[in-house]
T-cell receptor, first 114, second 116 residues
Framework: AAGVIQSPRHLIKEKRETATLKCYPIPRHDTVYWYQQGPGQDPQFLISFYEKMQSDKGSIPDRFSAQQFSDYHSELNMSSLELGDSALYFC?????????????FGSGTQLSVL | KQEVTQIPAALSVPEGENLVLNCSFT??????LQWFRQDPGKGLTSLLLIQSSQREQTSGRLNASLDKSSGRSTLYIAASQPGDSATYLC???????????????FGKGTHLIIQP
């Protein structure tokens, strides 16, 4: 069965550079979530989209932005990268608004900021 | 603000044992609770989802229970195998329109090692 696809798997950037992470949800899933997991930390909710509109916002820095496109894939744009942005970034998808629905996670993008 | 705590933080047991992982949450106004498995450097795999109106869910050797009023959930793993070695995360999602952060609130996980 198709799963959540994230690209790239690994990304190395330098401070103050920009990065774009992509997420392709499971087919027919209309809700996408972004999470950030620092080393040894639990995942922290960043932002979510339902039917191409932002639905919820968590601890996403102002330097980050995200959107969901007409084909339901989502991109997380990160600017002015800082060392502390180094983390594993997960995307998850669900069918429906997320309330009561099981979330399916991708394998994540490992971002290293040097 | 919802807080999720998992005990123990780490657990190492011989193969074949039955074991219980514990999860507690401070705000009982949850919509559902989900258990995940995470392998090192990998994504999160959903194991079981329990709706707030349910008491337990079972999948193969896994059984998860939920006591919403006391803010507790347990994940029971029967006849553990070395392949079960991973970090197990508990996460809750609050009620729509409720206070606190939206999306899943995760515990810090239990790092499980099953010795062959």
């Amino acid at each position: 069965a198709a799963g959540v696809i994230q690209s790239p798997r690994h990304l190395i950037k330098e401070k103050r550079e920009t990065a774009t992470l992509k997420c392709y949800p499971i087919p027919r899933h209309d809700t996408v979530y972004w999470y950030q997991q620092g080393p040894g930390q639990d995942p922290q909710f960043l932002i979510s989209f339902y039917e191409k509109m932002q639905s919820d916002k968590g601890s996403i820095p102002d330097r980050f932005s995200a959107q969901q496109f007409s084909d339901y894939h989502s991109e997380l744009n990160m600017s002015s990268l800082e060392l502390g942005d180094s983390a594993l970034y997960f995307c998850a998808s669900s069918l429906g608004s997320g309330w009561g629905e099981k979330l399916f996670f991708g394998s994540g993008t490992q971002l290293s900021v040097l | 603000k919802q807080e999720v705590t998992q005990i123990p933080a780490a657990l190492s047991v011989p193969e074949g044992e039955n074991l219980v992982l514990n999860c507690s949450f401070t705000d009982s106004a949850i919509y559902n609770l989900q258990w995940f498995r995470q392998d090192p450097g990998k994504g999160l795999t959903s194991l079981l989802l329990i709706q707030s109106s349910q008491r337990e869910q079972t999948s193969g050797r896994l059984n998860a229970s939920l006591d919403k009023s006391s803010g507790r959930s347990t994940l029971y793993i029967a006849a553990s195998q070395p392949g079960d070695s991973a970090t197990y995360l508990c996460a809750v999602i609050g009620l729509p329109g409720g206070g606190g952060a939206d999306g899943l609130t995760f515990g810090k996980g239990t790092h499980l090692i099953i010795q062959p």
